[in-house]
């Protein structure tokens, strides 16, 4: 058999790990040195090289886009389809678990997943049932509570209040919570790694199954692996099965979550026997960029400690833009990335990072402005806006009357009458019967309300009924075409003023092209409806229905873990945004945070731009930070400073009072936060400036006319 195309393109490391002999075998490598290509090498190389069938391997990574990016690449390795090979997130393979075994793993068929935002409105709920004050017991703790606790494999009966009284209310609430799921048929997303982990274990002859059949389990970003992840991949690796994991302890990034760095350490003595192979060659970046996140990790104490090089050459400086706030800062990325785009280059080939979500609201004003098409990771996930999940609970409902949360959510949307008197009497009801809310509202319809609540309650439940029977037997994008319409969110939404209001029907509208661009596996043992809504709730955490091809990658560090671009912005390299401020005072945290800068960093490939903001405005309050000590971390010699740091009080040039028309900047002098009159524009102020000459252009940021780049020679701006 010819096996040089798959190992013509690798080291002599890499080859070593690809065809490391069928034993355990851990590769420990930093960024960019191709672990994740070795993973499908060896995928490639087990199939094509010894024999092994499609069926036998087992592939986990950490995003669904990177499960995608995997198979695509195993299959041009091998020139075939490869569709009975199971490659996905562990929650994605879980998923597939529990659906094929439902009834093993003590489900209804039927289940459905519900998310972060569900579960918070699920505790609410729950803490309101129990009559427990919502401010002393924290719905967020709760929830954090309880996950954290499935993340460690541990149900409420295995717990000890160890006669802590606040310990053991958490878990009652947490036993209440679980009551609440297992009525419902609701599954969360811990849930389904502890599921599956039990499923196995408790099924022997459904362990030995799957041991049989899969022989070789591969695993990406093996450092983000929590405890019952872990349990579950040494269950399925029993005696026989050969794991191979990759991983990279200094992007080590989700510890907040439960991941443990150590299993890292641990897998050797769980697995005797474990060849480790080492990558040190990078074959991502710049040796400039390379050198920096080096410098960076190197403050660092607990890491195994290991040096990336490169053959490339050292490319261009790290180019570090201080911003006068956070407007100008994402006018300064938007006018780069015009440059990119202008210059030829795919739009997606370019990213801006952020540390937390909602930095990407300005950015994303300003990309809408400027027409760039973009996208956004997480954050603002197409199926978490509430449009969308009015109409996918109407469509849960429609497939399982038992869910809760879904009835909860449309029961008086559109509005319909049903006030909160009504629906406290039907979750009052639904608790002293231990029962469905959709059954409590039936009883309640049919004997205690009034005539006004008692025709609201029944328009309602009629309405779901006649919205099952009308889509009964249309495809999927008519179903959730008619429910959009016939349940009345179009209509409801049209009302909504403004812009809002046609965004969220153009995304009903695009809810629709999702379901018809869905593909359903045949192999499911699930309607298409159940298996778009699964698949809905599991994408909600990374990508969303595509509306363009090309965009612009907006997202935060902890998503773009193991992606790579040839353009990337580091954005908001702030003391307190990041490192975050919970995390300074916590050196575990703070290391962690640098963990995070390091994979922020190596994921550039040519061009890295470093960008903070003097004052910003986030969540409603302003700020006045220090740069990023992240930034500082990186030897000056790398760094080009886009223009020196300046303050608005601190004029550049001396200041000029009066109303002097000014014509250009370099001989009469203009000053940044100076206040300006435009005839077509009206007042603003001057945010930057560049060029000299004919050529000098500002930057001003109008109170009405938003921020423009204006040229001084031709702006005729007074000078107030
Ligand atoms: P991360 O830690 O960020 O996940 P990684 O170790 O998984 O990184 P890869 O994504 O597999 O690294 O590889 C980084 C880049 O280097 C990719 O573009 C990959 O195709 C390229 N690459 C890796 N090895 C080689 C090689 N031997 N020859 C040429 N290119 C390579
Ligand atoms: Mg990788």
Redesign the pocket.
């Known amino acids: 058999m010819d096996v040089t195309p798959i190992l013509d393109?690798?080291?002599d490391a890499?080859r070593q790990a690809v065809t490391a002999v069928a034993g355990p075998t851990l590769v420990i490598?930093g960024?960019?040195?191709?672990?994740?290509?070795v993973l499908v090498h060896r995928a490639a190389w087990l199939i094509d090289v010894e024999g092994v069938s499609p069926q036998g391997v087992l592939a986990v990574t950490f995003t669904n886009k990177a499960a995608a990016e995997m198979r695509g690449r195993i299959e041009a390795l091998l020139n075939i389809p490869v569709r009975n090979l199971w490659i996905g997130t562990f929650h994605g393979l879980a998923h597939r678990l529990l659906r094929r075994h439902w009834r093993e793993a003590g489900l209804p068929q039927n289940f459905q997943i519900i998310d972060s935002d569900d579960q918070l409105r699920l505790i609410k709920r729950l803490l309101k049932n129990l009559e427990i004050d919502d401010s002393c017991w924290v719905p967020r703790d709760i929830q954090y509570f309880i996950n954290g606790q499935k993340d460690e494999g541990l149900r409420p009966k295995h717990l000890n209040d160890e006669g802590d009284p606040s310990r053991r209310q958490m878990i009652a609430l947490y036993q209440a919570y679980e009551d609440v799921c297992e009525r419902g048929g609701l599954v969360d997303f811990a849930e389904l790694l502890l599921r599956a982990h039990e499923l196995w274990r408790d099924n022997a002859d459904l362990l030995a199954h799957y041991q049989r059949r899969f022989s070789h389990l591969l695993v990406d970003e093996f450092q983000d692996t929590n405890a019952i992840q872990y349990a579950w991949l040494r269950l399925l690796a029993g005696k026989t099965g050969i794991p191979f994991v990759v991983g990279?302890d200094d992007?080590s990034i989700y510890r907040w979550r439960g991941a443990r760095v150590e299993h890292i350490y641990r897998f050797q003595k769980d697995f005797p026997g474990t060849a480790v192979v080492k990558l040190e060659q990078n074959?991502?970046s710049t040796a400039t960029i390379l050198h920096a996140a080096n410098s960076v990790i190197e403050n660092n104490s607990s890491r195994l400690g290991k040096k990336l090089w490169t053959e490339g050459a050292d490319g261009e400086p790290i180019r570090v833009y201080a911003a006068y706030n956070e407007r100008d800062e994402s006018d300064f990325i938007i006018g780069r990335l015009r440059d990119w785009i202008d210059q030829g280059n795919l739009r997606a080939e370019a990213a801006v990072l952020y540390r937390s979500n909602a930095q990407s609201r300005v950015l994303e004003e300003g990309l809408i402005n400027a027409g760039i098409p973009y996208r956004v990771y997480g954050g603002l996930r197409f199926f978490e806006r509430t449009e969308i999940k009015d109409a996918l609970a109407y469509l849960r409902l429609i497939s399982n009357r038992n869910d809760d949360s879904s009835f909860e959510r449309v029961l008086n949307k559109p509005t319909r009458g049903i006030g909160a008197r009504s629906a406290d009497m039907i979750r009052a009801y639904a608790r002293a019967n231990a029962c469905p809310l959709w059954r409590a509202a039936g009883a309640l319809a049919s004997d205690e309300f009034n005539g006004r609540a008692a025709n609201a309650a029944h328009e309602f439940l009629n309405l779901i009924e006649t919205l099952a029977r009308d889509t009964d037997g249309l495809d999927l994008p008519g179903k959730i075409d008619h429910v959009i319409h016939a349940s009345g969110l179009i209509d409801f939404f049209r009302k909504e003023k403004g812009e809002k209001g046609e965004t969220r029907i153009e995304n009903l509208l695009e809810l629709v092209s999702a379901g018809g661009g869905f593909e359903p596996d045949p192999a499911a043992e699930m309607s298409p409806l159940d298996e778009f809504l699964s698949h809905a709730a599991l994408e909600a955490g990374e990508g969303q229905a595509d509306a363009w091809d090309d965009c612009v990658q907006l997202m935060t560090m902890h998503s773009a873990k193991?992606l790579?671009f040839p353009l990337v912005f580091l954005s908001g390299m702030e003391d307190g945004l990041f490192p975050h401020q919970r995390s300074i005072s916590d050196p575990k945290g703070l290391e962690e945070e640098r963990r995070l800068c390091y994979v922020g960093i190596?994921r550039a490939m040519q061009t890295l731009y470093v960008t903070y903001a003097e004052q910003r405005r986030l969540h409603g309050m302003d700020s006045f930070s220090q740069p990023s000590r992240f930034v500082a971390e990186i030897p000056d010699q790398y760094i080009e400073e886009i223009r020196p740091k300046v303050r608005v009080s601190r004029p550049t040039r001396a200041p000029i009072v009066g109303r002097t028309p000014i014509r250009q900047g370099s001989e009469v002098g203009i000053r940044l936060g100076q206040r300006v009159r435009h005839k077509k524009f009206g007042d603003g102020i001057i945010l930057n400036c560049e060029g000299q000459g004919a050529h000098a252009r500002v930057q001003v940021n109008f109170e009405d006319a938003g921020t423009k780049w204006l040229v001084l020679s031709y702006a005729n701006l007074d000078l107030m």
């Not at 960024?31 to 290509?37: H, P, V, Y």
């Open positions: 393109s690798l080291n890499q490598a960024a960019g040195s191709g672990k994740t290509r990279d992007q074959y991502r193991g790579e190596t």
